[in-house]
C-alpha cells in the first residue's frame, strides 16, 4: 500500500483564482493548477529560491519540488499555447500559520507589514 502524500505547506491563497484569456471563450476544459503548483512557481520564479530552498519552505523533498514545478510549467503552457483558462484550486496542501520551522523570508505573512495583503481567511481556496 502507497505511502499517503505529505501536507505541503503553502503561504498563502492566490489573489486572483482564475485567468482567461482575451478573445472568444475556449470551449475546452479549463487547465487546473492546484495550490502546490501555484506555490512552488511563486516561490522559484518570483521570490527566486533555489529548488532546495523552496522545499525547505514548503517542508517537501527537494525531489518532491522538482515535480511539481515540471507539471506546473507544463500547465502554464498548455493554457497560454492553447488559450485555454487557468484556474487554481485543490491539492493535499497546508496553508502556513506564519509560525514554526520552515516559515522564511518568502512567506506572505512575513510581507504585510511591508504592503503586501494577507489572505488568511479570503475563501480564494
Request: with cysteine.
Amino acid at each position: 500500500m502507497p505511502r499517503p502524500p505529505k501536507c505541503r505547506r503553502v503561504c498563502a491563497a492566490p489573489r486572483r483564482v482564475e485567468f482567461v484569456p482575451a478573445g472568444p471563450p475556449c470551449q475546452e476544459q479549463p487547465v487546473i493548477l492546484q495550490l502546490d503548483e501555484y506555490e512552488v512557481i511563486r516561490l522559484i520564479d518570483l521570490e527566486e529560491m533555489t529548488q532546495e530552498e523552496c522545499a525547505r519552505q514548503m517542508d517537501v523533498a527537494r525531489t518532491t519540488v522538482t515535480g511539481i514545478y515540471d507539471r506546473a510549467r507544463r500547465k502554464i503552457a498548455l493554457a497560454i499555447v492553447e488559450g485555454r483558462r487557468l484556474v487554481i484550486r485543490g491539492g493535499n496542501i497546508q496553508i502556513c500559520s506564519g509560525e514554526g520551522r520552515g516559515c522564511g523570508k518568502a512567506c506572505c505573512r512575513h510581507r504585510t507589514k511591508k504592503g503586501m495583503v494577507s489572505h488568511e481567511n479570503c475563501g480564494n481556496l
